[in-house]
């Protein structure tokens, strides 16, 4: 008998959120797969002499939307933190804090698209 580890419908949840999170694919050493009866397969930091350092399986959409959403945000406020309006902040925290208005509500409103987007 053949055992599955994701249901029909979180198996289209998930590629759903997957395929919201492209553009990060794009910019990042990540990918995410479609591992069929297993669920998804996130992978990140390719080496060409070892392979990728992290492989995580997912078989719940919202587990995956979660941990893209934190990679896309950490990501995005490591670029901002090089910026001289950040240099002095300690934590991810103080970052998001210290980010002007505007900033904060254009981050929440990026979460809302790709909440959107996956359909969640």
């Not at 939307?65 to 933190?81: C, E, K």
């Amino acid at each position: 008998m053949k055992k599955m580890f994701i249901s029909d419908s979180e198996h289209k949840k998930c590629k759903r959120v997957a395929n919201a999170f492209t553009e990060l694919y794009k910019k990042e050493d990540t990918i995410v797969l479609d591992a069929g009866k297993y669920g998804f397969v996130k992978l990140q930091y390719y080496h060409i002499k070892n392979g990728f350092d992290c492989v995580t399986t997912y078989t719940d959409s919202k587990k995956l939307f979660n941990s893209l959403w934190d990679d896309w945000l950490f990501i995005h406020i490591f670029h901002l933190a090089e910026s001289e309006a950040c240099e002095n902040t300690k934590c991810i925290c103080d970052i998001i804090k210290n980010l002007p208005h505007k900033k904060q509500k254009e981050l929440a409103n990026k979460k809302r698209y790709f909440l959107k987007k996956s359909g969640l």
